[in-house]
C-alpha cells in the first residue's frame, strides 16, 4: 500500500517539446528565468498554452519579483 502511495504521488520530468499541457509549479517557472536557453523553450511552451499555472503559484511568481520591471515581466508570463 505504501509502495503504491509512492508511486502516485511520484513527479514526472516533462520533455521538450511538450505534447500536452502541464502544470509547472514555482521551481518550474523559476528555473526557466535561469537558463537563457531553457527561458526560450518554456515560454515558447507558455505562449503555445502547453504549460499552465494556477493562481497561488501566480501569486507565489509575483510577489518574488525583485522590481516593477520584473513584475510586469512575471505578470505578463503567468496571464499567458
Do not use: Y
Not at 26 to 47: C, H, P, Q
Not at 60 to 70: E, H, Y
Amino acid at each position: 500500500m505504501a509502495e503504491q502511495r509512492r508511486r502516485a504521488h511520484k513527479a514526472v520530468t516533462a520533455r521538450f517539446p511538450l505534447d500536452e499541457v502541464h502544470l509547472a509549479d514555482t521551481s518550474a517557472w523559476s528555473k526557466a528565468r535561469n537558463d537563457e536557453r531553457l527561458a526560450d523553450i518554456f515560454d515558447g511552451a507558455v505562449r503555445s498554452g502547453l504549460i499552465a499555472t494556477c493562481d497561488p503559484i501566480a501569486l507565489q511568481l509575483l510577489g518574488s519579483a525583485r522590481d516593477g520591471d520584473r513584475f510586469r515581466v512575471s505578470e505578463r508570463s503567468s496571464a499567458s
